[in-house]
């Protein structure tokens, strides 16, 4: 089975800290994303990557960066923890077989007080 | 814009009965469908899903419907169970494209 494990279940962080939101898939795969999730607004894409050092702007990019460095690795970066940024932060990797679409790691809550 | 649309917030169906879950899409170029379940503090997991080429899809208690013509499909579920209470959103992928699309979701409680 894919495993996607995200670093931190719950988060509290302060406004305007930098902060990093770990996420790593143990099964090779190219794709990784990162989503949030808030109520009434479903699943908004953040950024996402193809590949080792590529990414790509997602709907909501704003107030956000990403990193990956190595393949199994996509870190979420916040540059500075702002109060609208509270919510659950899900990272998902995508498999190869068809059909499928992701597997999700079992998120962050992040509140940013 | 929303491509994937779920117009209902919350259900509630008695444990037994059979819940439906209505899903609507714009982007005809989406060649997989797919239904994704939610419970809270958890990540989402994946359910079924449908190639555009079907217009059905079962797995056990869990089938799919898809109708292109109405941009439509739905979720059946039965019977339904405690453990069925969850978030299931609805999701799409377009040909040639790594991206799932999703819907806001729907949260369905199962009345004992």
């Known amino acids: 089975d894919v495993k996607v494990t995200q670093s931190s279940r719950y988060l509290v962080k302060r406004t305007g800290e930098k902060v990093f939101l770990e996420c790593v898939q143990d099964?090779?795969?190219?794709?990784m994303f990162w989503y949030r999730q808030d109520p009434g607004l479903g699943l908004r894409l953040i950024y996402f990557s193809y590949d080792v050092k590529m990414k790509e702007k997602g709907d909501i990019p704003e107030g956000y960066s990403v990193s990956r460095e190595k393949k199994e690795r996509f870190s979420l970066i916040l540059e500075s923890a702002s109060t609208n940024q509270t919510s659950m932060y899900l990272c998902?990797?995508?498999?190869?077989?068809?059909?499928?679409?992701?597997?999700f790691g079992s998120g962050t809550r992040l509140t940013v007080v | 814009d929303q491509q994937v649309k779920q117009n209902s917030p919350s259900l509630s169906v008695q444990e037994g009965r059979i819940s439906i879950l209505n899903c609507d899409y714009t982007?005809?170029?989406?060649?997989?469908f797919l239904w994704y379940k939610k419970y809270p503090a958890e990540g989402p997991t994946f359910l079924i899903s449908?190639?555009?080429?079907?217009d059905k899809n079962e797995d056990g208690r869990f089938t799919v419907f898809l109708n292109k013509s109405a941009k439509h499909l739905s979720l059946h579920i039965v019977p339904s169970q405690p453990g069925d209470s969850a978030v299931y959103f609805c999701a799409a992928r377009e040909e040639g494209d790594d991206k799932i699309i999703f819907g806001k979701g729907t949260r369905l409680h199962i009345l004992p």
């Open positions: 998902a990797s995508l498999t190869g077989q068809e059909g499928y679409g992701y597997t």
């Open positions: 982007n005809s170029m989406f060649d997989y």
């Open positions: 099964m090779d795969h190219e794709n």
């Open positions: 449908i190639s555009s080429i079907k």
